[in-house]
């Protein structure tokens, strides 16, 4: 069974500027997560999708950050634009059950 | 959703068995205790979940006392490979809920 695919892998940008990060889930799953994991810190959710619904996004930045979910399938997570505390590995994660974490993104802003 | 305490690191040898007990005094009735494992540059991986009493799979062994207000995380006979964060989590977890991760315990095993 093929795992949660993120790219890009890593990604260093200025702040002001934007980015976007893809999350593609394991086929079937239904829900689909955005974690933001600062260093030393465990992952906080971001935004929960049911389909393409959002079921949660209460701890999202809105002014500055978005997110979509596709046909209920892939998922995209945008800041616009970067300031230096969003410097952080962001997760994407998908559940029929327990949750299956991709590897993440690790975005460094300068 | 219930707050979780865990200690912030700990220490092993090759080959002990390793507990790491969790406090979560305000859990609900709905509530299921769930475990994660972090590698450093990965994502969490499930360990295991349970609701009482004990659970034990191929990984690891979960015990929940009767109040429920803790749990402890048995990992028998660690190797290198086991050092990473864990990390106790109280909520609707896999039943479809939201996880609300902790700061987890740095679990640090030596040769």
């Known amino acids: 069974e093929a795992g949660v695919a993120q790219s890009p892998r890593y990604k260093i940008i200025e702040k002001r500027q934007s980015v976007a990060f893809w999350c593609n889930p394991i086929s079937g799953h239904a829900t689909l997560y955005w974690y933001q994991q600062i260093l030393g810190q465990g992952p906080k959710l971001l935004i929960q999708f049911q389909n393409n619904g959002v079921v949660d996004d209460s701890q999202l930045p809105k002014d500055r950050f978005s997110a979509e979910r596709l046909k209920g399938v892939d998922s995209t997570l945008k800041i616009q634009p970067a300031k230096l505390e969003d410097s952080a590995v962001y997760l994407c994660?998908?559940?029929?059950?327990?949750?299956?974490f991709g590897p993440g993104t690790r975005l460094t802003v300068t | 959703l219930a707050k979780t305490t865990q200690p912030i690191s700990m220490d092993s040898y090759e080959g002990q068995e390793v507990n790491i007990t969790c406090s979560h005094n305000?859990?609900?009735?709905?509530?299921?205790i769930t475990w994660y494992q972090q590698f450093p540059s990965q994502g969490p991986r499930f360990i295991i979940q349970g609701y009482k009493t004990k659970v034990t799979n191929e990984v690891a062994s979960l015990f929940i006392p009767a109040d429920r207000k803790s749990s402890t995380l048995s990992l028998p006979r660690v190797s290198l490979s086991d050092t990473a964060v864990y990390y106790c989590?109280?909520?609707?977890?896999?039943?479809?809920?939201?996880?609300?991760f902790g700061q987890g315990t740095e679990l640090s095993v030596k040769p």
């Open positions: 989590l109280v909520g609707e977890g896999n039943q479809g809920g939201k996880l609300i």
């Open positions: 305000n859990i609900a009735t709905n509530d299921y």
């Open positions: 994660a998908s559940s029929q059950y327990e949750q299956y």
